[in-house]
């Protein structure tokens, strides 16, 4: 399973409040980036990584913010959860840019 | 930022015919162009994956082909199985890796 681990992976919250979620890799890979899926959308890129402390936005980054203190650990918050924000969260990792992305098994996020 | 899309967003043949899902990207920076394949309620997995100065790569019933001046690429799957009914879903990427929207394939026996 390439390493990577997702936690938690299922999770229902209330609106407005705020949730991490935990990409955890044992593979020392530089990139690590936050997706989501929904139904008609594909996947689409909330925030990547480019090694410690080095993020940057995706194309839906409005409402998640990131961290990545450490080489294994990427994280992804929602400051103050929405409806609109229930979905499938995926993380995937890849040690360059021009070579294959693995991902975890994915989150399922419920925002009621 | 980059701009991937994909068509046709769903495709159904009958299984032995060949698939064919075209992909366009903006990005000229973009020099790595993946395919996955996702089952229902499972991760996105690669099945085939091609670079920037590579313009065509085949494996088994699988190829990619990519035009770099048109931006745009295309995964051909020959010889369908039930077993390749599943979304794919293309990618192009520099720095980080933007998806189209997937194309859900149904092959029938």
């Known amino acids: 399973d390439a390493g990577i681990t997702q936690s938690p992976r299922h999770k229902v919250t209330e609106t407005g409040t705020p949730v991490t979620l935990r990409c955890h890799q044992t593979?020392?890979?530089?990139?690590m980036y936050w997706y989501r899926q929904d139904p008609g959308h594909g996947l689409r890129l909330i925030h990547y990584s480019y090694g410690v402390k080095d993020t940057d936005k995706g194309e839906v980054s409005d409402g998640y913010s990131v961290s990545r203190s450490k080489t294994e650990d990427f994280l992804l918050t929602l400051e103050s959860a929405t409806s609109s924000q229930t979905s499938v969260y995926f993380c995937?990792?890849?040690?360059?840019?021009?070579?294959?992305?693995?991902f975890g098994q994915g989150t399922r996020l419920t925002v009621v | 930022g980059e701009n991937v899309e994909q068509h046709p967003s769903t495709l159904s043949v009958q299984e032995g015919d060949s698939a064919v899902i075209k992909c366009t990207y903006s990005d000229s920076a973009s020099n790595y162009f993946p395919w996955y394949k996702q089952e229902l309620g499972k991760r996105p997995q690669l099945i085939i994956d091609?670079?920037?100065?590579?313009g065509e790569k085949k494996d088994q019933r699988i190829a990619v082909t990519l035009n770099k001046t048109a931006k745009h690429f295309s995964l051909h799957i020959t010889e369908t199985q039930p077993e390749d009914s599943a979304v794919y879903f293309c990618?192009?990427?520099?720095?980080?890796?933007?998806f189209g929207a997937g194309t859900r394939l149904t092959v029938k026996p």
């Open positions: 593979e020392n890979h530089r990139y």
């Open positions: 990618a192009a990427s520099s720095n980080d890796m933007r």
């Open positions: 995937a990792i890849r040690t360059g840019v021009n070579t294959e992305a693995f």
């Open positions: 091609i670079r920037s100065n590579v």
